[in-house]
Each structure stands twice: as structure tokens, then as C-alpha cells.
């Protein structure tokens, strides 16, 4: 039963649908496709960086992709994740980090201000997608209404009858 009013929840929640942005948390590389317009024209640019921090709020939710621009000066821009302005985003790499937010990488310069690749082999990917595939089949089982009997829509049809 869904709240006559709004809560602080259900106002995050407006708004907010699926985007099929593949996965990525922080300290992966990503390349983000922004939707970029000058007067009457339209066009795609692209913007490739490592994910330092992820902010989750419902719609509110942005994450920060920094990259090393011209004279080794560091570039950061926050990306609202539901925005329409976001085209596409491709991972590039991922990343093995132990924290949840990389500010620490501001302060850092040339090879110390790289973050380590995450190696996974076949067998692992395998093992994962596997996971994926059997998360998925226990989900579509539990939201099957259950054989033999009625679903909240036969049980209104039949009442009215």
C-alpha cells in the first residue's frame, strides 16, 4: 500500500528508472558520453577518468570522474548518474581499490596517482556471470505468482462476479 503523502523516501524515488548503464563502482576507469549543446546544435563528448567517489541518494545520486588534463592538472567533473545529459558509459578498466571514496588521489602526482588494475581471469568471469545468471532465476521465481493459485487480479475479477 503505497502512502497518501510524500515521504523523504518516495520523493527521492521520483523520477528515478533504469538507465542500462553497465556497472562501475569506484576506482574504475570509465569513458562518459555527455550530451553537449551550442546554440541550435548538438553534439557528443566524451570524457575518460577514474570514478573517486559515488554518491547514492535516489535521484539525487552523482559520482565523480577525475582524469590528468594538459600540464598535468587534474580535471574533475560530478555527474548526476540520472541525468539525460549522459549519452552512454563504457568501463574502461577496473579498478582494485580498498576504499570508498579516492580523495586522496588529488594530492598525489605521476605514477602514485594511478590505481592498480583489478586482473580477473576467465575462469573468475565465468564463476561470476554464472552468479549473475542465478540471482537472476531465483528473482524471476520469487516474483512468479506460485502455480495453482490466483493473483491479486483473478481474485478482484472473480469478487466483482
Same mark, same amino acid.
Given at each position: 500500500?503505497?502512502?497518501?503523502?510524500?515521504?523523504?523516501?518516495?520523493?527521492?524515488?521520483?523520477?528515478?528508472?533504469?538507465?542500462?548503464?553497465?556497472?562501475?563502482?569506484?576506482?574504475?576507469?570509465?569513458?562518459?558520453?555527455? #550530451? /553537449? +549543446? =551550442?546554440?541550435?546544435?548538438?553534439?557528443? *563528448? @566524451?570524457?575518460?577518468?577514474?570514478?573517486?567517489?559515488?554518491? $547514492?541518494?535516489?535521484?539525487?545520486?552523482?559520482?565523480?570522474?577525475?582524469?590528468?588534463?594538459?600540464?598535468?592538472?587534474?580535471?574533475?567533473?560530478?555527474?548526476?548518474?540520472?541525468?539525460?545529459?549522459?549519452?552512454?558509459?563504457?568501463?574502461?578498466?577496473?579498478?582494485?581499490?580498498?576504499?570508498?571514496?579516492?580523495?586522496?588521489?588529488?594530492?598525489?602526482?605521476?605514477?602514485?596517482? #594511478? /590505481? +592498480? =588494475?583489478?586482473?580477473?581471469?576467465?575462469? *573468475? @568471469?565465468?564463476?561470476?556471470?554464472?552468479?549473475?545468471?542465478? $540471482?537472476?532465476?531465483?528473482?524471476?521465481?520469487?516474483?512468479?505468482?506460485?502455480?495453482?493459485?490466483?493473483?491479486?487480479?483473478?481474485?478482484?475479477?472473480?469478487?466483482?462476479?
Amino acid at each position: 500500500m503505497k502512502p497518501d503523502f510524500l515521504t523523504k523516501e518516495t520523493i527521492l524515488d521520483l523520477g528515478v528508472k533504469d538507465r542500462k548503464f553497465p556497472e562501475f563502482r569506484v576506482g574504475d576507469t570509465i569513458q562518459v558520453a555527455q #550530451k /553537449i +549543446k =551550442e546554440g541550435d546544435k548538438q553534439r557528443i *563528448q @566524451m570524457f575518460k577518468g577514474d570514478v573517486i567517489s559515488f554518491h $547514492k541518494n535516489g535521484i539525487s545520486t552523482t559520482f565523480i570522474v577525475r582524469r590528468i588534463g594538459a600540464d598535468n592538472v587534474g580535471v574533475e567533473k560530478i555527474f548526476p548518474y540520472y541525468s539525460p545529459m549522459i549519452d552512454s558509459i563504457k568501463v574502461i578498466k577496473k579498478g582494485d581499490v580498498r576504499r570508498a571514496k579516492l580523495y586522496y588521489i588529488r594530492k598525489r602526482v605521476g605514477k602514485s596517482a #594511478k /590505481i +592498480k =588494475e583489478k586482473v580477473v581471469t576467465k575462469e *573468475q @568471469m565465468l564463476a561470476q556471470e554464472k552468479k549473475k545468471q542465478e $540471482k537472476m532465476s531465483n528473482l524471476n521465481a520469487v516474483l512468479e505468482p506460485e502455480a495453482g493459485l490466483p493473483t491479486a487480479d483473478q481474485e478482484k475479477k472473480r469478487s466483482e462476479s
